[in-house]
């Protein structure tokens, strides 16, 4: 399995100098601080204003990469906009603004890249509430769009040798929430309809149009994502094993966990818990394991948490995989060390690994040190997990 290292937690940023200052300040010590070899890998979070920006070539970039001794290993391109809440699906795969980031990613990647495979993270196509998931004219828009990115990159392949693949990042409040919606995708759309889609562009038999699909578009497996929307990682796994399901990249942290209490006091205290994790960014979908309800953003929950007694919800959040629970909250490290377990037994080759703990604010104090240290704390128990 491969077992590329590295810290992807990095925002979007809006030119090639504010990329230049998150390398030097955050990416090239966090990473160097992880790696067992030189030069470090990166995956760098892309917007579009970055790929838009006169400086931003694939010579600049080659130049300030080196100067840090790092390698770029992927490229993360689900939020390109740099919207908060739902707007970080904007602009979605309907559009082709969309489109207009996927395609000079891919470009760049073809320059950079320094192995035969090369991920760039995605969303899941949009965010649900935006579309009507049970009309099959959406499905065909959002597939032929993918489709014309992997006909791209096919040429790229046949030109170069690189595989390029698009990794689609499900998450609870994107369009493919969790395993169920994946395997549908892939095998009521993806695979028959894709294919058919792509061997019409080229001359490629069905057949080579599947192998195709299925070698450049593939998943980026985040353990918080699963765990909110509660999959199992036994059953997911063998699902989508069986589904030609790949995963381009495995995302590390851990979602946080609580279970509602009787005593009002505790309730109260557990509420106001809560609300100090409240981002006014990101939308921090809660999923309930009594009846499967779902929230989608932590100010929901936490309204009706009186009506919740006794029942568990996980929480949309990336919490560090240093500790299983922090005060009243615990985290789901224990699933996402589980995630890891499996992956490892079936011998599944997963690109990059991607530590993506981003809310550090839950570590208590006397927990806490600088942030290179606690990253690497948290690269050494993937280590000895794996």
């Known amino acids: ?36 070899e030189s030069p470090a890998n990166v995956s760098l979070r892309l917007s579009q204003a ?11 970039l080659r130049s300030l990469l080196g100067e840090y001794d790092l390698r770029l290993a992927g490229i993360s391109g689900v939020s390109i906009g740099g919207g908060a809440k739902a707007e970080v699906h904007r602009p979605d795969w309907r559009s082709e603004e969309r489109l207009s980031f996927m395609f000079p990613a891919a470009n760049l990647a073809t320059e950079l890249a320094q192995t035969e495979n090369f991920g760039i993270t995605t969303n899941a196509f949009t965010y649900r509430s935006w579309i009507d998931p ?25 030109r170069t040798g690189l595989t390029i693949h698009i990794d689609i990042e499900a998450e609870p409040g994107s369009l493919l929430r ?36 299925l070698r450049h578009v593939r998943i980026a497996l985040d353990t918080a994502h699963a765990a909110v929307v509660w999959d199992d990682p036994v059953t997911s796994l063998d699902r989508l094993v069986n589904a030609g399901v790949q995963i381009g990249r495995l995302q590390v942290s851990a979602a946080l966990e609580c279970e509602i209490p009787a005593e009002p006091g505790e309730r109260m ?10 981002s006014p960014t990101l939308l921090q979908q809660v999923v309930a394991i009594r009846d499967g309800a779902r929230y989608e953003d932590l100010p929901d929950a936490i309204a009706v948490i009186d009506e919740s007694v006794g029942d568990i919800w996980r929480i949309h959040t990336h919490a560090p995989v240093i500790g299983d629970g922090y005060g009243l909250l615990r985290t789901t490290r224990s699933v996402t060390e589980e995630w890891l377990r499996e992956i490892a037994a079936r011998s599944l080759n997963v690109g990059l690994i991607e530590l993506r703990s981003a809310n550090w604010s839950v570590v208590p104090a006397d927990d806490r040190g600088e942030m290179a240290e606690m990253i690497a704390r948290e690269a050494e128990w993937v280590r000895e997990v794996l």
């Open 134 to 158: 049970g009309m099959p004219g959406n499905w065909a828009a959002l597939t032929l769009n993918l489709i014309r990115i992997v006909e791209h990159l096919v040429r790229v392949r046949d």
């Open 269 to 278: 205290a557990l509420a106001e818990m809560l609300t100090v994790q409240q």
């Open 178 to 213: 969790d395993t169920d919606d994946i395997v549908r995708y892939w095998q009521e759309w993806l695979i028959p309809r894709g294919a058919a889609m792509l061997s019409d562009r080229m001359p490629i038999t069905d057949g080579t149009a599947v192998e195709a699909v």
């Open 50 to 60: 970055v790929l838009n920006d006169p400086l931003c070539t694939a010579e600049n």
């Open 1 to 36: 399995m491969t077992t590329i290292s590295h810290v992807g937690a990095m925002k979007p940023v809006r030119s090639y100098a504010d990329l230049q200052t998150t390398i030097r300040e955050s990416l090239a010590p966090w990473n160097n601080a992880i790696a067992r």
